[in-house]
T-cell receptor, first 115, second 109 residues
């Protein structure tokens, strides 16, 4: 399954570091998503981009900053994170951004540990 | 906002036993989707149900969508060790999928 790739796969960072997560989709999709997956919690939708425009920002702290330079690439810039931000960050894509909720194709995720 | 509850949170079965997980939404859904996440892996799409009362089968897996389009179930007949993982439902409406917490299935060989 190489439709959606994410790098790095694992990341350890201190609270004062700045790092970026990268996602690339090879499916020709028009929408891309960032999710946070923590233990014992549902998948939390963070951001949605449709045709490179941000269409959703679910009350995410400003220490997370997304960027979508084109429809195939999505970044999540991380700055002064907190230990509670440690989680699996999943990127996903869908054909379009539609009212009924499109099928999501997930990348392998970046497992982030904030010390 | 929309909430999707999924039960049970965990289920341990002996190989060969059946397994069912249930999903309930606080609002009427446009569709329900099911995903499987293997340990250490990422969610992988299994199926989408759209119509009220719809039933779909994939080999030993049977998926149902309730008449009111607010609940769904996934049933696995005669579980195998390869069925191990977390099964998530995602309720589709308002341009997004709202996921349940998932049911972690473990199978004792």
């Amino acid at each position: 399954e190489t439709g959606v790739t994410q790098t790095p796969r694992h990341l350890v960072m201190g609270m004062t570091n700045k790092k970026s997560l990268k996602c690339e989709q090879h499916l020709g999709h028009n929408a891309m998503y960032w999710y946070k997956q923590s233990a014992k919690k549902p998948l939390e939708l963070m951001f949605v981009y449709s045709l490179e425009e941000r269409v959703e920002n679910n009350s995410v702290p400003s220490r997370f900053s997304p960027e979508c330079p084109n429809s195939s690439h999505l970044f999540l810039h991380l700055h002064t994170l907190q230990p509670e931000d440690s989680a699996l960050y999943l990127c996903a894509s869908s054909q379009d951004y539609a009212g009924w909720g499109e099928t999501q194709y997930f990348g392998p995720g970046t497992r982030l540990l904030v010390l | 906002g929309q909430q999707v509850m999924q039960i049970p949170q965990y289920q341990h079965v002996q190989e060969g036993e059946d397994f069912t997980t249930y999903c309930n939404s606080s609002t009427t859904l446009s569709n329900i989707q099911w995903y499987k996440q293997r340990p250490g892996g990422h969610p992988v799409f299994l199926i989408q149900l759209v119509k009220s009362g719809e039933v779909k089968k994939q080999k030993r897996l049977t998926f149902q969508f309730g008449e009111a389009k607010k609940n769904s179930s996934l049933h696995i007949t005669a579980t195998q060790t390869t069925d191990v993982g977390t099964y998530f439902c995602g309720g589709g409406s308002n341009y997004k999928l709202t996921f349940g917490k998932g049911t972690l299935l473990t199978v004792n060989p």
